[in-house]
């Protein structure tokens, strides 16, 4: 792994870079974002930077340097032979006192970047028993608040689950701890619209741009017990659902294979983009 933190690159990765009373370290009052790496390349960067702006600006966190940031991509890429990778920003609200209001020191910005490995072509996915809440003040941001998905995630993995998946207050379904969830009901593929309270998932949003789908908001009981359901994110693509709790689900069936070759056919167009 390469580490670029606020203009240098780390001459060791993990060595200590960031201060211990960083926000972000605090109180989590931070932005992320995971980009693919295929071949060197980031795959859709300025979608990811877009993303990037849209949660920093609905924590109310100083507008992001654009240029600086693909330099530190650019930097944190450079000399590395990466086939398959992931690249991560972490956006902070810098130094600051202890407690959740802010400091005036100047924010945090941290691109890692490293190999990954790909993720298998099927999964199982667990239900958890916690909401989203689509109304709070984070919906739909890409916050470094995440320790709700790391009890989620925990609870789906100890039940033989790769994935947690969350309905949100009103019952409906919402979006895993890492990917938004399709699904296929008497042949139509079907996704949570973005008023559930889900991130706009990047791979979401290309997926229903080249492959189609219709966008609702349902009782996650009809998604559970789906014909077909699968997994989307930059870490995951396409990936099959074949057991969803106890249900064994056929896998990957005939929507998510198509689904999952348009997918492959069109993700070179935005390597490097
Ligand atoms: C909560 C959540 N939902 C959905 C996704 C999928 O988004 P993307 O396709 O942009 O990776 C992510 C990404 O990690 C996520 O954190």
Same mark, same amino acid.
């Given at each position: 792994?390469?580490?670029?933190?606020?203009?240098?690159?780390?001459?060791?990765?993990?060595?200590? *870079?960031?201060?211990?009373?960083?926000?972000?370290?605090?109180?989590?009052?931070?932005?992320? #974002?995971?980009?693919?790496?295929?071949?060197?390349?980031?795959?859709?960067?300025?979608?990811?930077?877009?993303?990037?702006?849209?949660? *920093?600006?609905?924590?109310?966190?100083?507008?992001?340097?654009? *240029? *600086?940031?693909?330099?530190?991509?650019?930097?944190?890429?450079?000399?590395?032979? +990466?086939?398959?990778? /992931?690249? /991560?920003?972490?956006?902070?609200?810098?130094?600051?006192?202890?407690?959740?209001?802010?400091?005036?020191?100047?924010?945090?910005?941290?691109?890692?970047?490293?190999?990954?490995?790909?993720?298998? $072509?099927?999964?199982?996915?667990?239900?958890?028993?916690?909401?989203?809440?689509? /109304?709070?003040?984070?919906?739909?941001?890409?916050?470094?608040?995440?320790? $709700?998905?790391?009890?989620?995630?925990?609870?789906? $993995?100890?039940?033989?689950?790769?994935?947690?998946?969350?309905?949100? +207050?009103?019952?409906?379904?919402?979006?895993?701890?890492?990917?938004?969830?399709?699904?296929?009901?008497?042949? $139509?593929? /079907?996704?949570?619209?973005?008023?559930?309270?889900?991130?706009?998932?990047?791979?979401?949003?290309?997926?229903?741009?080249?492959?189609?789908?219709?966008?609702?908001?349902?009782?996650?009981?009809?998604?559970?017990?789906?014909?077909?359901?699968?997994?989307?994110?930059?870490?995951?693509?396409?990936?099959?659902?074949?057991?969803?709790?106890?249900? #064994?689900?056929?896998?990957?069936?005939?929507?998510?294979?198509?689904?999952?070759?348009?997918?492959?056919?069109?993700?070179?167009?935005?390597?490097?983009?």
């Amino acid at each position: 792994m390469k580490v670029w933190v606020n203009g240098q690159i780390l001459p060791e990765a993990t060595a200590p *870079a960031v201060a211990v009373n960083d926000h972000g370290l605090t109180v989590g009052d931070g932005v992320f #974002e995971a980009i693919k790496v295929v071949d060197g390349q980031p795959f859709a960067l300025t979608r990811h930077l877009d993303r990037l702006a849209r949660s *920093a600006a609905g924590l109310g966190l100083p507008a992001v340097d654009d *240029a *600086a940031v693909r330099k530190g991509v650019a930097a944190a890429l450079e000399g590395q032979s +990466l086939p398959l990778g /992931r690249i /991560r920003i972490t956006y902070t609200g810098g130094p600051a006192p202890l407690g959740s209001g802010r400091g005036d020191a100047p924010p945090t910005m941290v691109v890692a970047a490293g190999a990954m490995n790909p993720y298998p $072509e099927t999964t199982s996915i667990v239900t958890v028993p916690w909401p989203r809440n689509e /109304r709070g003040a984070l919906a739909g941001l890409k916050t470094t608040s995440y320790a $709700e998905n790391v009890v989620a995630l925990a609870y789906a $993995e100890e039940r033989g689950g790769s994935e947690a998946v969350f309905a949100n +207050l009103a019952g409906n379904l919402c979006e895993g701890t890492g990917s938004n969830v399709f699904y296929v009901v008497d042949g $139509e593929l /079907r996704t949570p619209t973005l008023a559930c309270g889900c991130l706009a998932g990047v791979t979401r949003a290309l997926l229903l741009d080249w492959f189609g789908g219709v966008e609702v908001d349902e009782p996650i009981g009809v998604a559970e017990q789906a014909d077909e359901v699968f997994l989307v994110s930059t870490t995951r693509d396409v990936q099959g659902v074949s057991r969803w709790n106890d249900r #064994e689900i056929p896998a990957l069936g005939p929507v998510t294979t198509e689904a999952a070759a348009a997918w492959r056919r069109r993700e070179p167009d935005l390597l490097g983009v």
